[in-house]
Nanobody, 118 residues
Framework: QVQLRESGPGLLKPSQTLTLTCAVS??????????WNWIRQPPGKGLEWMGA???????HYIPSLKSRTSISRDTSKNHFTLQLSSVTPEDTAVYYC??????????WGQGNQVTVSS
């Protein structure tokens, strides 16, 4: 089973761009059939899937965030990255990366609290 670890800022101002990185260990992110996801949980609300990148580099996004979201990968570093532009206080949440092949959400990172405040 792979291990995932998020890293990134904890505090942003409105209109800034959030960049989070998920480092993967235990297997290559290009190994067949892995999907790598970003999920968030706003305070007091449920989990929201944001998007994913496949082992082959194909990306998928939830329509409501597609215009502000970009997921990319660096195969040399074995990590994948989330960028969310023009953040507002409504983007305050715990952000998780998750991945797997037999189960796309089989492994999760520890979560990264992101607060957007002026």
């Amino acid at each position: 089973q792979v291990q995932l670890r998020e890293s990134g800022p904890g505090l942003l101002k409105p209109s800034q761009t959030l960049t989070l990185t998920c480092a993967v260990s235990g297997d290559a992110i290009t190994t067949n059939y892995y999907y790598w996801n970003w999920i968030r949980q706003p305070p007091g609300k449920g989990l929201e899937w944001m998007g994913a990148i496949s082992y082959s580099g194909i990306t998928h996004y939830i329509p409501s965030l597609k215009s502000r979201t970009s997921i990319s990968r660096d195969t040399s570093k074995n990590h994948f990255t989330l960028q969310l532009s023009s953040v507002t206080p409504e983007d305050t949440a715990v952000y998780y990366c998750a991945g797997g092949n037999t189960s796309p959400f089989g492994s999760w990172g520890q979560g990264n609290q992101v607060t957007v405040s002026s």
